[in-house]
C-alpha cells in the first residue's frame, strides 16, 4: 500500500518559460514531499525542452525552451508527473546521515552571544539546543547550494542582522528567522553566525558540487576550537 498521498497542487506561468507548481494541503510536511518527488520525477524524465525543476518548501520551478515547448504541453507533462506520483507513492528509502563538527562562539561564531542574549539563554544552552536537534534538509538555496533546514528549538525567531556582512567565510553556522543554513562558500550575508564547520561542502570539481539533497538529515557536533585544525579541508561525507 502506498504510504503518501501527493498534495494537490495548483500550476500558474511565471514569466514566458516557466511554471510555478504549489502544493496546497496545508500540510507543510506533505506540501514538502509533493514538490520534492515531483522535481525529482521531472528531472529523472527529462522530457523534451525541460531546463530544470527546482524545488522549495512548497513549489517547484519547472523552467522550459519555449522553442522546443509550450506553456500548455509543460503543464500537461506537469500533470503527468503528479498521477505518476499518485500511482508510486510508497516511500524511496532512508535519507543519508551528515555528522557536522562545529566550533560555537569566538571568533567562528561572532553572533552567539547576541543569540543568547535574545533568545533569554545562556551561551551554552543556545548550543545545547542548537546540536540536540536532527535536522532535514529542505531545499538548497544560495549561493552554491546551501542546506535550507528548519531551524533549532530556540523559544523565539532570530532577527537578521541590520547590517549585513560583506564577508561571510565557507562553513559558517547560521540561524535566522525560524531556519537554519550552512555557507557553502564565501559570500555576504545577514543571517547570525553563532559557529563554523572546518568541514568543505563546496567541490566544484565533482558533480553535484554538494553531496547532500533535499531530503537528507544532519546533526550539529559540538567540537572544541583546537580539534578545527584536524577537520579542516576534509569533504562533508554521509556516514552510515
Request: proline residues 9%.
Given at each position: 500500500m502506498?504510504t503518501f ?10 514569466g514566458d ?9 496545508g500540510d ?12 525529482e520525477?521531472?528531472?529523472m524524465?527529462g522530457a ?11 513549489s ?20 503527468l508527473?503528479?498521477r ?9 528509502g532512508s535519507?543519508?546521515a ?8 569566538g ?5 552567539l552571544?547576541d543569540?543568547?542574549?535574545q533568545?533569554?539563554l545562556s551561551v551554552?544552552?543556545?548550543v545545547?539546543?542548537?546540536?540536540s ?7 538548497l538555496?544560495?549561493?552554491?547550494g546551501?542546506?535550507?533546514?528548519d531551524?533549532p528549538d ?19 553556522v ?10 557553502p562558500a ?8 553563532i ?5 568543505a561542502l563546496?567541490?566544484i ?6 553531496p ?6 544532519l ?9 578545527f ?5 576534509r ?6
Amino acid at each position: 500500500m502506498p504510504t503518501f498521498a501527493p498534495s494537490p497542487v495548483d500550476v500558474f506561468e511565471s514569466g514566458d518559460a516557466a511554471l510555478r507548481v504549489v502544493a496546497k494541503s496545508g500540510d507543510s510536511e506533505r506540501d514538502w514531499n509533493t514538490v520534492h518527488r515531483l522535481a525529482e520525477w521531472l528531472e529523472m524524465c527529462g522530457a523534451e525542452g525541460l531546463r530544470g525543476a527546482v524545488a522549495t518548501y512548497d513549489s517547484v520551478l519547472v523552467e522550459f525552451d519555449v522553442l522546443a515547448v509550450s506553456a500548455r504541453q509543460m503543464r500537461a507533462f506537469v500533470g503527468l508527473g503528479m498521477r505518476q506520483l499518485a500511482l508510486s507513492a510508497d516511500d524511496d528509502g532512508s535519507p543519508r546521515a551528515f555528522d557536522v563538527p562545529v566550533v560555537y562562539g569566538g571568533d567562528f561564531g561572532p553572533d552567539l552571544s547576541d543569540v543568547a542574549e535574545q533568545q533569554g539563554l545562556s551561551v551554552d544552552d543556545v548550543v545545547r539546543l542548537h546540536s540536540s536537534k536532527t535536522y532535514i534538509i529542505r531545499c538548497l538555496g544560495a549561493p552554491a547550494g546551501s542546506p535550507m533546514m528548519d531551524g533549532p528549538d530556540f523559544p523565539l525567531p532570530v532577527p537578521r542582522l541590520k547590517d549585513p556582512r560583506l564577508s561571510v567565510p565557507a562553513g559558517a553556522v547560521s540561524v535566522a528567522g525560524r531556519q537554519a543554513v550552512i555557507a557553502p562558500a564565501v559570500a555576504p550575508g545577514g543571517w547570525r553566525v553563532i559557529g563554523q564547520t572546518p568541514l568543505a561542502l563546496l567541490d566544484i570539481s565533482r558533480e553535484p558540487l554538494v553531496p547532500y539533497r533535499p531530503g537528507d538529515v544532519l546533526r550539529f557536533r559540538p567540537i572544541p576550537e583546537e580539534e578545527f585544525a584536524a577537520y579542516a579541508g576534509r569533504m562533508m561525507e554521509a556516514h552510515a
